[in-house]
């Protein structure tokens, strides 16, 4: 069933990429670029944007856990004519920690770059967007298959995660009147500097290409909710439609024995 209007065409479009300094965020910049679209590309380090190519049609460093640093990069895109129609919000960070040893600083630096930066980001958007009307605007988060139920070792990026997915829904929900549509997407493991620090296997691994090919598949298709690969994730959802009784019971035998530091495969 197609919820969203489908992107078949890029081409002149304006995409803004938040996060795409690597992995998915590259991928999706770099394949974008090639399709036409206007691409706008934002990330903390200026350096980083500076090395993409093919060249985007804009380079903005920006720091999201700075809600000036994004309303700066909206001023800039809207003097240039450029207000993005769609935006693919990839900014993310990623600590494994066990529920038995927290570091606080790292569980609030993961609160605040994965999910408020995006209330943030979205805040702003919605502001601008319902003071230019027109047309078909676009608002993507890219979440993870780690926030459909509780896992070892995400404490914290499970925890965002999971609450990014319900700010994907309520959005949809309600910016849909206003000609906003929303998709959420919930990638398994992708092969990036964020999960090559995992000590374990990553089962049906994607590359940050097939991952990007995969995105642009689902809003091809108007899908809401983008996940891959099906081979992993249609397992994952099965597993949290099981009672607690019997999903807490199975997710048992996956908890690192030790220290806690120890790394499970469960954490996408």
Known sequence: MTLNPPIRDWSGRSVWLVGA???IGLALAKELVQLGARVIVSARSAQALEDISPAPHMRLPCDV??????ENALEQMSRADCLPEIVIWLAGVYHPMSA??????????????????AYHGQAALVRRWKASPGGVRHWILVSSVAG????????????????????????????????????????????TRLT????FRM????TPEGAARATLRGLAQG???IHYPWRFTI??????????AIYLRLMRGTVPRGDGQQQSGKTP
Do not use: H
């Open 203 to 206: 089962p049906a691994l994607l």
């Open 148 to 191: 459909y139920s509780g896992l070892p070792l995400a404490s914290a990026y499970g925890a965002s995660k999971a609450a990014m997915t319900y700010l994907a829904e309520t959005a949809y929900l309600e910016l849909r009147p206003l000609g906003i549509a929303v998709s959420v997407v919930n990638p398994g493991f992708v092969d």
């Open 196 to 199: 090559r620090r995992n000590r």
């Open 21 to 23: 300094s690597s992995g």
């Open 100 to 117: 038995a040893d927290l570091d606080i600083d790292l569980v609030e630096q993961t609160l605040d770059i994965n999910l408020t930066a």
């Open 235 to 244: 397992w994952l959802k099965f597993l949290r439609i099981l009672p607690y």
């Open 65 to 70: 856990r700075q809600a000036d640093d994004i």
């Open 223 to 225: 899908r809401f909710e």
